[in-house]
């Protein structure tokens, strides 16, 4: 891992600022398989407490391919970025940070709760986290941000193309049989066939893959 160090990173606070960042990373995203073996994978998640002004982060890992839960990590900061859809990594992503800094390791895969290149400048949460981690990261997102699709097959396992402006930018993917679908995409170091495969095989009876449900529950002070 990179130690992205919070306290070394220059966080914006206005969406100007937060978009320049956005397009001068973006190019620091890989896009195609760079990834070990993977014995972990882990979910992040995040919430908040005190009417918005603290941000709440947790990370869970699970054994892979078994998604036993292994180690898990909680950490509090103050909120530094107001909520603005497209830019909702500048609102968490220091909290998981220092989340992901306070496991005794690192995993090796992280599947994240939110965008990669699924969004309107190709650098959502997942492209942002690893960029900073150098972490291999797969954007799952529970709706859509941008982007059109066809018609989807109601089995489990069916996907097609989200497509922006002429370019695949992720998969609409069902993961259990006629239930909404998620949105898979690209974060960092993962090729699209390659995130859709992780999110399945980490996907067991629900709806959502296992790491997220785990990271949510910890997130949400429902376990932990």
């Known amino acids: 891992m990179r130690r992205a160090t919070v306290s070394k990173i220059e966080w914006p ?3 100007a600022a937060a978009r320049a960042i956005q397009e001068a990373l973006r190019s620091q995203v ?3 398989d760079r990834l070990g073996p993977v014995n972990t994978v882990a979910g992040v998640d995040v919430g908040f407490e005190d009417q918005g002004r603290t941000t709440r982060a947790a990370v869970v890992v699970l054994a892979f391919p078994g998604l036993e839960p292994v180690a898990q990590a909680i950490s509090r900061s103050p909120t530094r970025f107001p909520y603005v859809p497209g ?3 500048f609102r968490e992503l220091p909290a998981v940070l220092e989340a992901l800094d306070r ?4 995993p090796d895969l992280i599947l994240c709760d939110g965008q990669g290149l699924a969004h309107p400048r190709r650098f959502g949460l997942a492209c942002h986290l690893g960029v900073l981690t150098d972490i291999p990261c797969i954007g799952v997102a529970k709706s859509r941000l941008v982007g059109s699709h066809g018609e989807l097959a109601p089995e489990k396992g069916r996907w097609v193309p989200l497509r922006d402006r002429g370019e695949t930018i992720g998969a609409v993917l069902r993961t259990r049989a006629r239930v909404s679908p998620v ?8 090729g699209l066939a390659t995130a859709i495969d992780y999110t399945l095989r980490c996907t067991t009876r629900y709806r959502l893959p296992e790491t997220t449900r785990h990271a949510h529950r910890l997130a949400s002070g ?3």
């Open 222 to 224: 429902l376990s932990g």
């Open 87 to 89: 830019y909702l990594s």
């Open 30 to 32: 890989v896009r195609e």
């Open 103 to 106: 496991l005794a390791g690192m």
């Open 183 to 190: 949105y898979v995409s690209t974060g960092h170091r993962v």
């Open 13 to 15: 606070h206005d969406v």
